[in-house]
């Protein structure tokens, strides 16, 4: 957290706190961190695949009700 208070351009770091985010099940976090980093770098195929992965879990809840 803070290298992307220091430089919040700093991608690596978005990306580690994104998958700590989500390994604390947090994905509106997570979430916003990934496509942060999608808009900066939209070729980015491991972004894609976490962002894939928490849609589909986003869905599936909603699914639910």
Aim: aromatic fraction near 6%.
């Amino acid at each position: 957290l803070e290298i992307i208070s220091i430089n919040p351009e700093h991608l690596n770091a978005r990306y580690n706190l994104a998958l700590t985010y989500l390994q604390k099940n947090d994905l509106t976090n997570s979430k916003n961190h990934l496509e942060y980093i999608l808009q900066r770098d939209p070729n980015n195929h491991a972004v894609k695949k976490q962002l894939e992965h928490i849609n589909s879990v986003l869905m599936q809840g909603l699914q639910r009700f």
